[in-house]
C-alpha cells in the first residue's frame, strides 16, 4: 500500500482517486472511481491515510482507505477494472505512455519540484525576514531564492530541481543552527517549569 497525508492545516478529508495506466500524471490515466476519506483535522502533513487495491475472485478491484489515527476505514468496490477494457485501448494507452514518457517524467519532475519550491521559499523569506541569517550566508540564500523564482517562471524542470537542490544546500546550516535553537529554548523552559 502507499501512505498519504494532508495538504493544508485543519483539512478533514481527501479525495482518493482509482486510475489506470501507466502514465507518470494522473490526468493522463482512465479514473476507474474515487472516494472520499474523512479523518480527524490536523496540521498540515500529520494526517496518514494507507490505501491499498486488491483484486478479488471475481475480477473486481477493492480499494481500502484507512485513517491511522482512528483506524477507520473507508472501501470502495470498482466492478470495471481492467478486464473490461478492450485490447485496442490498452494498446493504445501503452504507446501513448512509451511515446511520452520523456515529457511525463519531465513535467513531474517540474511539478515535484515546484511543490517543494512554493513549500520552501515562504519559509526561507520568514527567515530572512526576522535576521536570523549569518550575514554570509544570507548572500547565498537570497541568490539562490532568486534561481529558484527564475526557473519557476522558465518552467524547465531540470534546472528548477537544481535551484530546489542549491536553495536546501544554502540553507541547511541557518536550519540545523534554528532547531538547535528551539530545542535549547525547549530544555530551557523545561528546566525552568521542573
Not at 121 to 145: C, F
Request: hydrophobic residues 45%; without cysteine; glycine residues 8%.
Amino acid at each position: 500500500g502507499e501512505m498519504f497525508t494532508n495538504a493544508a492545516d485543519g483539512q478533514t478529508a481527501m479525495k482518493v482517486r482509482v486510475l489506470q495506466g501507466e502514465r507518470e500524471m494522473a490526468r493522463d490515466n482512465w479514473e476507474l472511481g474515487s472516494f472520499d476519506v474523512e479523518f480527524s483535522p490536523s496540521p498540515k502533513g500529520q494526517a496518514r491515510v494507507g490505501v491499498q487495491f486488491r483484486i478479488d475472485e471475481n475480477g473486481i478491484l477493492e480499494a481500502l482507505a484507512r485513517d491511522v489515527s482512528t483506524g477507520k476505514d473507508t472501501v470502495i468496490r470498482i466492478d470495471s477494472a481492467a478486464v473490461d477494457v478492450d485490447d485496442s485501448a490498452v494498446e493504445s494507452m501503452v504507446s501513448e505512455s512509451v511515446e511520452h514518457a520523456f515529457e511525463d517524467m519531465a513535467e513531474r519532475i517540474f511539478t515535484e519540484a515546484k511543490m517543494k519550491a512554493l513549500e520552501l521559499l515562504p519559509a526561507v523569506e520568514a527567515v530572512l525576514g526576522q535576521g536570523l541569517a549569518l550575514e554570509d550566508e544570507r548572500g547565498e540564500i537570497e541568490a539562490a531564492s532568486a534561481a529558484v523564482r527564475a526557473a519557476l517562471e522558465a518552467g524547465a524542470a531540470n534546472p528548477l530541481k537544481s535551484a530546489v537542490q542549491r536553495l536546501d544546500t544554502a540553507t541547511e546550516a541557518l536550519a540545523a543552527r534554528l532547531v538547535e535553537q528551539a530545542m535549547d529554548a525547549a530544555l530551557d523552559r523545561q528546566m525552568a517549569g521542573g
